[in-house]
């Protein structure tokens, strides 16, 4: 066991070091960030300040290694005050430090450079945005977990049925939709469109309930069980109940199209971030700002948990050893909850821990679309200022994420699943 954690503690940092090589480079060779810092009619004396302020005077290979130094818990110091390499502990947060020759050998928290704006640390502005888009993200991944496995479950067990197929067809759609557009429909429809009033025809229920209607009492007459057919023919009067309003509405037939439910509206706001300030109170946490953002990103998430729990399910209730639990006479639902769920949510577990880190990542559009004071909206704000030092620990900060939760993935199966359990 703790090989295999050593290897995978490895594995994580090789990942980590290519990835900030990477991003360095890419954002290194774009440009002078410092034409973009100061005025016009600034002179030159000012800009060449600037660009040794921020090490940017310096050989791209060795701002490279500064870098790397930095954000290394384990760093390599000069002790002449005039170096850059000098360990300034105002700057770092050094726990231990020993003396070696003129070299000090320190054990600190990574240093993330500062910002080119606000000069604050990164490490400060990130810690600030970051738990915006922690709650937004853990609370999505939720809300696709919950509903994206009970939709799951239950289209395996109605395979091929009306269920199966709504919930194919609504994973599809959830699947291709691209974020920003996806951010902009939700806070349009329910902050904008539906916020004081939620306007529904009837004629769809009114058609629905009388095709349910008639199923019912022809199963009765026929003494078939009464869910018999009920499926199709609610779509089908759903279906025809949405063509006859839609042709009352083409002929002008106000009688007729008027005829809906007028329902309160969501009172949600289209944009607006965990905290609102009040001019008397300061900070008021408003939960009801999350509901659409966190909507909105976990769509995708969902229609891949709802894929994947009814093929892993149906792959699972194949196996011989559901076959010898339902000749022994255990009850269906036991056997589906105990025993054939437990291991089909192995691939489930790889999608939820890969889909929590990649909302970090990927709540770019979804917090810039609603507001949300979180990482991606910080991210777009430095971006969009050429604040370099802010993106670098942005990615730095997601990598992290990453290689830590599909470390935890991997020893998790082994809780999950007896036959991939790691040996010691």
Aim: glycine letters at 8%; zero cysteines.
């Amino acid at each position: 066991m703790l090989k295999y954690i050593l290897s995978k503690l490895t594995y994580g940092l090789l990942v980590l070091w290519g990835v900030v090589t990477v991003v360095f480079f890419i954002f290194s060779l774009g440009g002078d960030p410092v034409e973009n810092l100061v005025a016009e009619n600034s002179t030159q004396e000012v800009k060449d300040a600037i660009r040794e302020k921020f090490n940017l005077d310096l050989p791209v290979g060795e701002r490279y290694l500064l870098y790397l130094n930095d954000i290394s818990p384990i760093s390599v110091h000069s002790t002449n005050e005039s170096s850059r390499y000098f360990l300034d502990e105002k700057q770092y947060s050094v726990a231990a430090s020993v003396q070696v020759g003129s070299k000090t050998i320190a054990l600190k928290a990574p240093f993330l450079s500062r910002s080119y704006i606000s000069e604050r640390s990164v490490t400060e502005i990130i810690g600030d945005a970051l738990p915006g888009t922690g709650v937004l993200a853990l609370v999505a991944i939720i809300f696709a977990i919950i509903v994206g496995i009970s939709i799951g479950v239950l289209s395996a067990l109605n395979k091929d049925g009306l269920v199966d197929r709504l919930a194919l067809v609504l994973s599809v759609l959830g699947m291709s939709g691209p974020s920003f557009f996806m951010a902009i429909l939700v806070a349009w429809v329910g902050g904008y469109l539906w916020y004081e009033s939620t306007t529904l025809t009837a004629w769809p229920v009114v058609f629905m309930l009388l095709f349910v209607s008639a199923g019912l009492w022809r199963n009765r007459r026929t003494g078939k069980a009464w869910s018999v057919g009920l499926g199709r023919l609610s779509l089908l009067g759903f279906l025809i109940g949405v063509g006859f309003w839609l042709m009352a509405s083409f002929l002008l037939l106000d009688n007729l199209s008027d005829f809906a439910f007028h329902l309160p509206g969501t009172g949600l706001s289209m944009t607006g971030s965990l905290y609102d300030v009040d001019i008397w109170k300061g900070q008021v946490l408003n939960l009801k700002n999350l509901i659409l953002p966190a909507l909105t990103l976990g769509i995708r998430p969902l229609a891949v948990i709802v894929q994947l729990t009814r093929n892993s399910l149906l792959e699972v209730m194949q196996q011989d050893y559901i076959r010898t639990a339902r000749a022994k006479g255990l009850k269906e639902s036991a056997i589906i909850w105990r025993h054939a769920l437990k291991n089909a949510l192995n691939p489930v577990i790889t999608a939820i821990s890969g889909w929590f880190a990649s909302m970090l990542a990927g709540a770019v559009f979804v917090e810039f679309v609603f507001g949300w004071k979180g990482l991606g909206l910080e991210t777009y704000n430095a971006l969009e200022k050429d604040d370099l030092p802010v993106v670098m620990g942005s990615v730095v900060v997601i990598a992290s994420i990453f290689v830590v939760i599909n470390i935890l993935t991997d020893l998790l199966y082994g809780v999950i699943d007896p036959r991939v359990r790691i040996s010691k």
